[in-house]
């Protein structure tokens, strides 16, 4: 369990401000609903590397060749 306080200032911060979410709106949020609405804005977790990707990428860039 994390022992820092919720930052209230910076959620309000940015429902108020980025998102011009009126103080109705933000306080009838879910904490799921407000955490998604940041994910949307921040891209969210980024999707892991498909495998063709990370072979092509190992084809175009081996290890041992590059030199600073």
Do not use: Y
């Not at 022992?3 to 910076?10: I, V």
């Not at 949020?29 to 495998?51: L, Q, S």
Request: contains cysteine.
């Amino acid at each position: 369990m994390n022992s820092e306080p919720f930052p209230w200032r910076a959620a309000m911060g940015f429902a108020f401000g980025f998102l011009r979410l009126s103080p109705a709106q933000f306080w009838s949020m879910t904490p799921r609903e407000f955490a998604c609405a940041i994910d949307a804005v921040r891209g969210g977790e980024p999707t892991p590397m498909r495998r063709t990707t990370f072979e092509h990428l190992m084809k175009r860039f081996p290890d041992g060749r590059w030199q600073p």
